[in-house]
């Protein structure tokens, strides 16, 4: 399927392309630490503020830290919070909103009821709220995201049960005597899961943007740990240094439209009234 959309939709390859050079590039750094120009933690006051150049490519910071050492570590937290923050919002959030759509009833009523008071606030000033109450770190802050986040796969799912449990393979199932655990885990489930998929592709490059507004506030990962929201954090009190916050910027920049074009070519494939003009 993919290589399908990648041949008819050039956004959709631009994306994975992106995407996939990104993830590289943060599995890479785990795996061969050394293969970055410098340490990222190597401060250097001798070089303090030194603009882009062939010894340090994206220039270096207020302590002579190499900028693109730091871009490249940071990949990786920014796309692992990401990647964490989407997987437990998405399957905390599938699993409550298909118990409420099978069940139905009043008690579809109470957890919609619950899952709109959390929509209630605005999920920045939440996310916020939660993260500083809890002390800054990455576990507090991925704990705040997930918190803000399920509800709108709740929702999605929800819709997505409720329409589908009313196909005939669902009374076909029923009518061999499944047990309503099998029919909602086997039959349902399944075939409600695009969307969400299209969702969270989507709610990838957002989470991503808003981890890193969260580190830009201090609430992210605690320095020195490389984060591109930190970063820019770092370019905003020097921004006479345009390089120190422009190449973290420019990274979840990247990230962000790479996964909005794949969810965007996803979500018109999956579309059987877009999907000719894919």
């Keep these: 399927m993919l290589l399908r959309i990648m041949k008819n939709n050039l956004l959709f390859s631009i994306g994975i392309i992106v995407c996939a050079l990104w993830i590289l590039i943060a599995i890479v750094t785990v795996l061969v630490p050394s293969i970055t120009p410098y340490s990222y933690l190597a401060q250097d006051l001798a070089n303090r503020f030194q603009a882009p150049s062939s010894a340090h490519w994206f220039g270096t910071d207020s302590i002579g830290r190499d900028v693109f050492s730091r871009a490249l570590v940071g990949s990786r937290i920014s796309l692992i919070a990401g990647l964490i923050t989407i997987a437990l919002a998405s399957l905390m959030g599938m699993i409550y909103g298909g118990i409420a759509g099978y069940i139905g009833g009043l008690t579809d009523e109470i957890m919609m009821r619950v899952s709109e008071m959390v929509m209630a606030f605005p999920g920045i000033i939440l996310a916020m709220t939660i993260a500083a109450a809890l002390g800054p770190s990455l576990h507090n802050t991925l704990l705040a995201m997930v918190i803000i986040w399920w509800p709108n796969y709740a929702r999605v799912m929800r819709s997505m049960v409720i329409a589908n449990k009313e196909n005939e393979y669902v009374e076909a199932a029923k009518s061999l005597g499944a047990s309503h655990f099998r029919i909602f885990f086997n039959e349902i489930m399944p075939n409600s899961l695009g969307p969400v998929l299209v969702l969270a592709t989507l709610d990838f490059g957002n989470a991503i943007l808003l981890f890193s507004g969260l580190s830009?506030?201090?609430?992210?990962?605690?320095?020195?740990?490389?984060?591109?929201?930190?970063?820019?954090?770092?370019?905003?009190?020097?921004?006479?240094y345009w390089w120190i916050g422009t190449f973290p910027g420019l990274a979840i920049l990247t990230m962000s439209v790479g996964t909005n074009f794949i969810g965007d070519s996803l979500r018109d494939f999956l579309d059987p009234r877009l999907r000719k003009e894919i």
């Design 216 to 240: 830009f506030l201090g609430l992210g990962s605690p320095p020195p740990t490389p984060e591109w929201g930190a970063m820019v954090a770092d370019g905003v009190l020097n921004f006479n």
